[in-house]
């Protein structure tokens, strides 16, 4: 267990915002926006929408910095006690997803950007976990997160999005006592402080071997998909090119 004291460090708030309210390390070009009801909650490093209707996280918003790599230290999986129990899942309600549905728990901020930093704990909350099919969690959205990685290897950090979609009915989760609702899909975007940037959009049904570049579709393509307002980003093959593609 994390320390009273580092859990008081952390800022939650129930609110309706535009991108334009709020700017932080973690999205300094404007957080997204923050749908009426949603909690936004800012930990030592990532800032988060939980949405009480569906229990998952509209989006998250981080920094990806060579400075925060390191060694995995593994999972230790926690709930974050600032955000009301009522609008939250809990570790025990994942149980059984994986032999009924096939889902594993996937990081929305990920573990492997934050393993050096020493708060790399709080990407392991509860909050900032999300069902995600084994053939996309292990394969074409990890290799994304390592290519994302890789684009900061000695140069200028950039900034990620990582959000859920619902654009069809899902299977629950067998053994959540809560109401919930599975996401269907979800997108990443990757830019930089000047506000180039790339998309990407996985569903939850991606086949194997799906190479993670050809998941990519345009800014403006996610933007019209999604119910909220994303950071002011441009298509630049610039950061196409720093994320291999």
């Not at 309210?21 to 909650?41: Q, R, T």
């Amino acid at each position: 267990m994390k320390s009273a004291t580092k859990l008081a460090a952390l800022l939650l708030f129930s609110t309706s915002v535009s991108s334009a309210d709020i700017y932080s390390p973690f999205c300094p070009l404007g957080c997204p926006e923050v749908k009426e009801g949603n909690n936004l909650v800012f930990t030592h490093i990532y800032a988060l929408s939980n949405n009480p209707d569906t229990k998952f996280a509209d989006w998250t918003a981080y920094e990806v910095n060579v400075l925060n790599f390191g060694p995995g230290p593994g999972r230790d999986w926690m709930e974050n006690n600032l955000i009301p129990d009522e609008d939250k899942l809990e570790e025990r309600d994942y149980d059984g997803a994986y032999g009924a549905l096939g889902m594993e728990r996937g990081h929305m901020t990920p573990l492997a950007a934050f393993a050096g930093n020493e708060y790399w704990w709080e990407t392991n909350y509860i909050s900032n976990i999300v069902p995600q099919h084994k053939h996309l969690n292990g394969r074409a959205w990890e290799d994304l997160e390592e290519a994302v990685r890789h684009s900061v290897e000695y140069k200028e950090p950039v900034y990620v999005v990582t959000g859920t979609l619902y654009e069809k009915m899902m299977k629950d989760m067998p053994n959540a006592n809560e109401e919930h609702q599975v996401p269907s899909g979800f997108y990443k975007l990757v830019y930089d402080i000047k506000g180039n940037g790339v998309a990407f959009v996985m569903d939850q049904d991606i086949e194997k071997g799906v190479k993670y570049c050809d998941t990519q579709i345009k800014v403006s393509d996610l933007e019209n998909r999604l119910d909220y307002q994303l950071p002011a980003v441009t298509e630049s093959a610039e950061m196409k090119g720093r994320v291999g593609c």
